[in-house]
């Protein structure tokens, strides 16, 4: 299995969809932006200024609606930066996953990577990935389109013994989109 740039920002987007200070922040930003072009709107009303009046009025309007859709543009044009900085080395190197009777072992050209079963915090599972998520925060992505048949059967098999084993936390969202 590889991965490529466009599944480390799928894995960064969904991680970022789930915390709760960007979920704040973003709508934090949203908030402040709408009140701010409100408040120019009424000042601009009560200082007779009529252009500079409707055209807050327009701009408050916009945030309001379209501020959501800017804000999803926005951190995914940030993530996507970071991932071109950060894993550029990474894409498209093999990487085989190894399911043992007590961990989870990846194998690439640097070498392996060994997650204890027990230390694993949740299975996250969308419409094209799994991430198996630690408690240290590491995550491992595993992508349902770029493994073969066989091999993601028994991925699947794999984490779902997981689950019933360890009653580990199983997350599915087969519809999660970011926006």
């Known amino acids: 299995m590889t991965l490529d740039e466009n599944d480390y920002l799928t894995f960064q987007l ?23 072009f409100l408040s120019l709107t009424y000042f601009s009303f ?5 252009f500079l009046g409707y ?25 996507r930066r970071y991932i071109q900085d950060t894993y550029k ?15 989870i072992v990846t194998k690439d050209k640097t070498g392996e990577v060994k997650i204890n079963t027990t230390e694993i ?7 094209d990935f799994y991430f198996v ?11 349902k389109l770029k493994t073969d ?6 991925i699947e098999s794999e984490l779902k013994a997981l689950v019933d084993k360890r009653g580990l936390k199983h997350n599915v969202e087969l519809d999660w989109k970011w926006r």
């Open 14 to 36: 969904y991680t970022a969809s789930k915390t709760p200070r960007v979920r704040n922040t973003r709508i934090r930003s949203w908030i402040v932006t709408t009140v701010v």
């Open 46 to 50: 009560e200082n007779n200024n009529g």
């Open 55 to 79: 055209y807050f009025l327009i701009a408050s309007v916009l945030s309001l609606v379209l501020y959501r859709r800017y804000s999803g543009w926005r951190y995914k044009r940030h993530y």
């Open 89 to 103: 080395n990474r894409f498209g190197e093999e990487c085989a996953i190894e399911f043992t009777a007590d961990a």
């Open 121 to 127: 915090e949740e299975i996250n599972e969308i419409k």
């Open 133 to 143: 998520k630690a408690k240290s925060g590491v995550s491992l992505i595993i992508s």
């Open 149 to 154: 048949t066989a091999d993601l059967e028994r």
